[in-house]
């Protein structure tokens, strides 16, 4: 029988088991913080390959490092590459850990990559009778396939892949596996960064292979091809060229110190893999080998509850405040979600139920409308608006785990109350995961004992976890950003999220048939231009046109072909008419797809508004986001795009929409922050600060005329300073060189010495104490602030400066908003707080309440905190969010 050999390339299937993994990656983080999606995806892709291929003997090749004999010839081999992300590198050595557990051998060998031991470990396989496959992320490797190696390269993520043998290569391509070498060292490679012959792509690289054989038999005959362009580049380069299939050759000689012998499959050692995805908190591969994981092992502590009914409703009675309650919605959206149940008790009694239309007994619904009796929650403004829809004003919230858990750390906070215990080492309550399961295989369990146990679970966690989250607030300083901004914010979201935006769905479906008509005009624009009819979407096909047809130059390949994102587009658009219309159709086609279509899918049919979520407790600055859907990127900058808030309208005949926005908040926060006298002056005196800004950094006179586009420059470098921006960012976003960019921030810091003191004793700070605070205490916790590597410490560096910069602007706003709340409802006006935009407030009021707004609004954001510069407010009211005006 055939003996069978595995060779796997390391590095490339671990890059594509994480970027396969990625849009996952918060969830594969195990109990020590450690990013595990590319070990977990490097597993299921092992698990395939060994059940399908059963290998006699197996090989895992890892590269060395970045110098090899091929960086040493050419410098800038692979130098294109982005920077591995931190969260990939700190895996590595525990992929290596799981091979030696799966009974697999791991090499690598310094000054060569992992394709040439693969080479040098296939070519010895040949000569040795086994039959080998590779497999890899890499289709360089293709080259190696022959009568007895069968190269699978990976798609679709790790366990889906292409199988090319001789045969397959050759009705891909029409050459041979080793003319892979000769195309590649024609066409150059954009990933490996080398670069070929000029403007010899794909086609024409296999033409001449297919005609010549070899690149040293093209140069022989060289003189054979016509005259023409082509002729005359592959002269000039012939030295790349030849260099080139240098760099492109796997070797099949490399100076191994193992052989054969040496990698003889072991199978699975499977005390070492327990421990192993004990330590990775690989459950579902455990159960797989019928193992309780280490954190189940110990049993939850027992609780005992009683399932409410109509029956025995008395039980209500008997519960003493404060209380735990949770009302179960599976599905993130509270505004739609099922109710799968409730729990209900007072740390000693759990009542719990499937029927939340229990909750509208007097005896319940009472109870939760008392404001004198604490409710103790998690996630309270979601319990609010679910609660709600059931006809039930929930008062009294008192503590919600949540937000709590939150404020104490931002960085690591989840909406599943079991891993969020679990944060806090509280470990009596599993995950919504557990119970119900994942994606689309969660499910409520039809088993009352194991539903009702997670419920009454839920609601100890939360009683037992109040104080010591409330001693964790105190101790931060953080009990007033609690009690004070963020539990009353609660509220105000919930009521503006159940009060929900109107919105005209005829004239969105108007505006989308106008948006249809103008992309068939620019589709026909662009056909004309091209020359030819093709798909518009496709990556593939428009690089032919631009690239190929058109002879655009080529800013950026990638391992499919050309790249068309916008970045390269806005190089190219003042070459030809077509790149600005390519460019235009895509933000049409944008709006048409995101915006016209998808807010006519979220318009309730009951009330014909939009009722958006607010996110309170997701972003590390503190500030508010919104989904399903975002109503906070409603864009603004396209003509065609601003047109979408005509849509945006009263819910009542004779009301008007209202808006006010701060002025420059976060420069304004800057200057209380920073305490510069120049940069405060600037505020009092109510100059413009960009143009303010402009004659102190160019040394104009203080009565000088300031153009449009010094005020430009000014304003970059004002919003610039704050984010760590670097001269040559600066440089390249107002177009000047880095020497004059470096100059504009030294004279600014010149200027505003108070700045430069604040961004050097904030970092400082930051790397004394780990994290940095906004005005009200908010913290944000930065791990990379004392990192090695540069990039990170860097990227903590310029967060430390800018974080209490945005999140005082967010504590200021929130406050704003439950101040107002509170005028709106003392004053008895009908006026509705309807959305938040950052720093802006959007109110729907009848037209007589229009001039109360005009005074009350701005009197109230403005005094929201007291600032050693005065705030300022901009307000418009208009018929709808687009018709605005002062």
Do not use: C
């Amino acid at each position: 029988m055939t003996k069978q050999l595995l060779l796997i390339d390391g590095n490339s299937i671990v890059f594509r088991a994480f970027f396969a993994m990625h849009s996952q990656i918060d969830k594969f983080t195990n109990k020590d913080g450690l990013h595990t999606a590319a070990i977990y995806g490097f597993k299921l892709m092992l698990d395939h390959v060994l059940a399908e291929f059963q290998p006699d003997a197996a090989l895992v090749a890892f590269d060395a490092g970045k110098v090899t004999f091929r960086t040493k010839m050419y410098k800038d081999y692979k130098g294109g590459r982005n920077k591995t992300p931190s969260e990939l590198t700190e895996q590595l050595p525990y992929v290596r850990q799981l091979v030696k557990a799966s009974g697999l051998h791991s090499y690598e060998l310094p000054n060569y990559e992992a394709d040439d031991i693969i080479g040098t470990l296939a070519k010895q396989g040949d000569e040795a009778g086994y039959q080998t496959l590779i497999v890899t992320g890499d289709r360089d490797l293709t080259q190696l396939a022959s009568d007895h190696t069968t190269v699978a390269v990976t798609h679709k993520g790790v366990t889906e892949t292409e199988h090319y043998t001789p045969a397959h290569v050759q009705e891909k391509l029409g050459i041979t596996p080793r003319q892979i070498i000769d195309m590649k060292a024609l066409m150059g490679d954009s990933s490996d960064n080398y670069p070929g012959v000029t403007k010899i792509g794909e086609k024409t690289a296999i033409k001449l292979v297919k005609q010549f054989g070899t690149v040293e038999n093209l140069y022989d005959h060289i003189d054979d091809l016509k005259k023409s362009k082509m002729k005359e580049h592959l002269i000039e380069d012939e030295q790349i060229a030849r260099e080139d299939k240098t760099l492109a050759t796997i070797l099949q000689d490399a100076p191994l110190k193992i052989s054969l012998d040496d990698i003889q499959y072991q199978g699975p050692q499977t005390e070492e893999l327990i421990d192993f995805y004990q330590q990775m908190d690989f459950k579902s591969f455990l159960q797989k080998m019928n193992v309780t994981p280490e954190d189940e092992e110990e049993q939850l502590a027992p609780i005992h509850y009683q399932e409410l009914t109509a029956d025995n409703l008395d039980l209500v009675g008997s519960l003493k405040a404060p209380l735990s309650f949770y009302l179960e919605m599976p599905d993130a959206n509270y505004h739609l979600s099922p109710f799968a149940g409730f729990v209900i008790g007072d740390g000693t009694t759990w009542l719990t139920s499937r029927d939340a239309e229990l909750l509208k007994q007097p005896a319940l619904k009472n109870l939760l409308e008392n404001p004198k009796v604490k409710k103790d929650v998690f996630n309270a403004k979601g319990q609010i608006v679910g609660l709600h829809r059931l006809g039930i004003a929930l008062r009294g919230v008192d503590f919600d785990l949540l937000l709590a858990s939150y404020l104490l750390n931002t960085n690591d906070n989840s909406n599943d109350l079991g891993k969020l215990a679990a944060e806090h080492d509280y470990h009596n309550v599993q995950s919504d995961e557990e119970v119900y399961g994942k994606g689309a295989k969660r499910a409520i369990p039809d088993d009352d004992e194991l539903f009702f146990a997670h419920l009454a679970n839920k609601a100890r966690a939360i009683a037992e976890l109040k104080q010591p989250l409330f001693d964790q607030l105190k101790d931060n300083q953080q009990l007033p950003l609690y009690t004070d901004i963020e539990l009353p914010l609660t509220r105000v979201l919930a009521k503006m999220e159940i009060t929900g935006v109107h919105v005209d769905a005829q004239t969105l479906k108007n505006m989308g048939s106008k948006l249809k008509e103008r992309l068939a005009e620019i589709e026909s624009q662009i056909y004309q231009e091209a020359g030819e009819e093709f798909n518009i979407n496709s990556t593939k096909q428009l690089g032919h046109i631009l690239f190929e047809k058109l002879k655009l130059p080529v800013i950026k390949k990638t391992k499919t072909g050309y790249s068309t994102a916008v970045d390269v587009l806005e190089k190219l658009a003042d070459r030809a008419p077509i790149v600005a219309q390519i460019l235009e159709y895509r933000q049409i086609a944008k709006l048409q797809s995101t915006y016209i279509t998808g807010l006519l899918k979220v318009i309730h049919s009951t009330d014909q508004k939009i009722h958006t979520r607010y996110l309170q407790t997701l972003t590390q600055t503190g500030r508010l986001s919104s989904v399903d859907p975002n109503l906070q990127n409603i864009p603004v900058r396209l003509p065609e795009g601003r047109q979408i808030r005509r849509a945006f309208v009263p819910s009542q005949p004779g009301w008007q929409i209202f808006s006010s926005d701060y002025s420059q908040v976060e420069l304004r926060v800057l200057a209380h922050i920073t305490g510069d006298k120049n940069l405060q002056e600037d505020f009092k005196n109510g100059e413009d600060i960009h143009a303010s800004t402009a004659r102190r950094i160019f040394h104009l006179a203080p009565d000088a005329e300031i153009d449009h586009n010094m005020r430009r420059r000014a304003k970059a470098v004002n919003f610039g300073i704050v984010y760590g921006i670097s001269d040559y960012g600066l440089a390249q976003r107002i177009h000047v060189s880095r020497a004059q960019a470096h100059e504009f921030i030294q004279n600014y810091f010149h200027e505003f010495p108070g700045v430069k003191d604040y961004i050097n004793n904030t970092i400082e700070y930051a790397k004394e104490h780990g994290y940095v605070e906004t005005i009200t205490h908010r913290r944000r916790y930065l791990p990379d602030i004392n990192a090695k590597s540069f990039s990170r410490r860097s990227f903590a560096e310029r967060t430390a400066m800018n974080t209490p910069i945005q999140g005082s602007a967010a504590d200021i706003i929130k406050i704003a908003m439950i101040h107002m709340e509170d005028e709106l409802e003392k004053r008895g006006l009908q006026a509705k707080m309807l959305l938040q935009i950052h720093d802006e407030l959007v109110f729907e009021a009848p037209k007589e309440e229009i001039p109360v707004l005009q005074k009350l609004v701005p009197s109230v954001m403005d005094s929201a905190v007291k600032l050693d510069v005065p705030l300022k407010v901009d307000s418009k009211f208009g018929d709808t969010w687009y018709d605005l005006k002062k």
